[in-house]
């Protein structure tokens, strides 16, 4: 936690904020920190800043906050991604949040197993709950939006089309022909596929949508691999 | 398990290579191959071709082997890394794997838990286990050397300087001045700290052997995430 994540009810003054539970523990076992420490705080979807520990006990920590800067600025990325095994997406959420993705797709495809729609972890608290992590982890407070597209074909057909529009739209795909492009400086799509890829339909309906496949070298990677390296590349 | 790793201990003549275990379970479970069916196999620090099954049941598999081609090239990278905690290890040692990376530096600094020596994922089977998932995931046959280095200063002192040399030598640290260079086409020693980061005293050591410290944006990534970030941006 390299910064601690604050949320509007948090504060129970315009400056004082109380915490208890999960960052309280972290603040006395990690940071180890005093009354009078300061440690790097952020309001969720706004500044960061300084928060003065006032108040420390085993139960209780209130801390003076100064909100003074802009969080990291946003990759311009929309990621589509085909829905990981419940593990692998705990990890990949926490990743591309701390990478400073702000638009995630998980979306089905035939490989993708349908017990995997079933996971808690899809749960709209235990996938915010990672995404917090990501931002605590990269000094980040803008929390990003994940939506769940549990039909493959009336997502393509129908939503990106106009989720596309003005984007470089990529599909990563081992056996394309152009290697994924570096630095583009623009506005992406990215379709990763799961584990084992796209069936050759999904890959014709992505193509017929105007994305373009792009490999990462002769390597098949899985998705927890593939995801960070796509987009340090792209980026 | 995207390639099938062969040992010379599994061929029971010049052609034939017999499996059980973990590999016969995955044919049976993920791939559900039949007899007549060809797998892509490769053999341990050699070439990669096709395994033609001639027996299949519940205990046992042979194939007449066919091995035609060259593994993909390695990665010019040799990897120092901060001694992570074991679960990350294994994650990293996979990815890195995967990715190509064949020199693999285990380094003790002072945000390195003490503990984190004692694991017994550190045994050599273990750390090889996790290197051959990787060579497997990516279509390789090469296996990583791994070195563990649990004295910081005399690795630095007496180690790194032939080490780097003739190779375009980088120290990841949010802190640096300078972003991590893109396709390089060249040599690479990257030292990646431990969760935390390298001490001033360590990041100094590091600069005196000619390191450059190089960043990848303000966010603070996780190991797991910087590490195929890192790469990617690299090659």
Known sequence: MNLILLFQDDFIT???ARLQGRRLRHVLQVHRAS?????CVGLLNGQIGVGKITVLSQTLLEM???LER????ALPLTLILALPRPKVLRRV????????VKEIILLNCFRVEKSFWQSPFLNESSVKEQLVLGLEQARDTVLPEVLLRPLFKPFVEDEVPALVKGTLS??????AADPCPRDVKRAV???IGP?????????EKLLAGEFIAVHMGERILSVETAVPALIARLF
Chains 1, 2 share one sequence.
């Open 64 to 66: 003076e906050v100064r």
């Open 14 to 16: 315009n400056t004082i």
């Open 195 to 203: 584990e084992g890829g796209f069936i050759p339909y999904e890959v």
């Open 93 to 100: 959420l926490r990743s591309v949040s701390a990478m400073g």
């Open 189 to 191: 799509t990215l379709a």
């Open 35 to 39: 009354v009078g420490d300061e440690l």
């Open 170 to 175: 990529l599909v990563a795909n081992p056996a």
């Open 70 to 73: 802009a969080p990291p600025p």
